[in-house]
């Protein structure tokens, strides 16, 4: 009887700690989506503002080209009215790209332009704390990927990168073509991470952070975690490399499209 008792025992303690051990699970998905949704919410109130500039362009534009009767002015009014609605209709695709649920479609996908679009997401961000763009871009393979997906890695790598600088700093971004890989670099020159920190980045819940600064963002400890994931899903290697006072690299490995549109092995 005793026996029986210590086995229905232990079969409950398993089935308690299978419930603990979802319902954390469940926990850490739902935080995360609603930290994508916070995520958009930001950049909803950003773009708001470029969207009023825009309009602005193409209003003042519109009046040029109504006023002014020549060809030449005219053409130059049009083009510029089309660069705007341009910059607007991209922003608009990218933003609704970020607030869709799930992994989204896995495609054949452009890591430069992917990039440079969401760039244009944070530009106003990067303008407000004084940080600076270099921009290192080869010619590369596309990579098979979930735009919204690799978007969402972008904005936490860009934004980390932008907090851990402060104010007046420099981000480095590279995409080059390596030995059958596609490869992203995002490098800050801000405070860096303590050596006894690194092995601890990509657990959820850990953070060096007090809270989210006065931009909103950061401070739950899910934002690399997230990013660890997005990689994994895409069969990419994650590397860091840092130095407190000098600065972070994160480099990710993405296997590149072969030409049948399969996805290459990295070495």
């Avoid at 975690?225 to 990710?252: L, N, P």
């Amino acid at each position: 009887m005793a026996s029986m008792a210590t086995s229905s025992s232990d079969a409950n303690a398993s089935i308690s700690a299978d419930r603990m051990r979802f319902s954390q699970d469940e926990l850490e998905r739902r935080i995360i989506q609603l930290e994508r949704l916070a995520a958009v919410g930001e950049l909803s109130s950003t773009t708001t503002h470029e969207f009023n500039n825009l309009l602005m362009t193409i209003i003042n534009y519109a009046k040029l080209g109504m006023r002014n009767k020549d060809e030449a002015s005219r053409d130059k009014a049009f083009a510029r009215i089309l660069d705007a609605a341009n910059r607007g209709a991209k922003i608009t695709s990218t933003v609704l790209g970020l607030a869709r649920n799930g992994a989204g479609q896995m495609e054949p996908i452009d890591l430069v332009s992917l990039v440079e679009d969401t760039l244009v997401l944070l530009e106003r961000e990067l303008m407000k704390y004084r940080v600076d763009i270099e921009r290192d871009f080869q010619t590369v393979p596309r990579m098979q990927g979930s735009a919204s997906q690799l978007q969402r890695l972008l904005l936490n790598l860009i934004t980390n990168a932008r907090q851990a600088i402060g104010e007046r700093g420099t981000i480095r971004i590279r995409v080059s073509h390596e030995r059958g890989a596609v490869v992203l670099a995002i490098r800050d020159n801000g405070c860096g991470i303590p050596k006894e920190n690194l092995p601890k980045l990509f657990q959820p819940f850990f953070t060096t952070k007090s809270g989210p600064d006065a931009s909103g963002k950061g401070g739950t400890g899910l934002g690399l975690s997230a990013c660890k994931e997005i990689v994994d899903e895409h069969c990419g290697r994650f590397r860091v490399d840092s130095t407190v006072g000098k600065g972070t690299e994160f480099i990710i490995r993405f296997p590149a499209v072969v030409k049948s549109e399969t996805v290459s092995e990295l070495p």
